[in-house]
């Protein structure tokens, strides 16, 4: 699995290892982060908890990953990768898309 991850990416063992952390990081900033915004808003339903919890760390994802990524030297990997994602999902034009060496 992880040898397929480095062809798809084009990385090494090492990079690879740091990009792994940087979404577990980023992932985990993102719940805790979603945990303390939501705690200040009062939702006495869960269902709706629930669906604003879901829609703020998805909005809450990309940022944390990114600032993530900035200390471990991965903003480039992970600039490109999200801009990809956007593209996918039709949020991001895919013409003109500026891209980081």
Known sequence: ???KLKRKWGVG???LTIIICTFA???SLTGYAGKKIM???DIEQDWLWGILYIILITLLWPVAVLLVSIPLGQF?????YIRKIG????ILNT????TIA
């Open 87 to 90: 593209a996918k999902m039709g």
């Open 95 to 98: 013409d003109n898309q500026d």
């Open 39 to 41: 705690n200040l808003v």
């Open 25 to 27: 990081i980023g992932g």
């Open 76 to 80: 480039s990997f992970f600039y490109r």
């Open 13 to 15: 063992a090492l990079q």
């Open 1 to 3: 699995m992880f040898d």
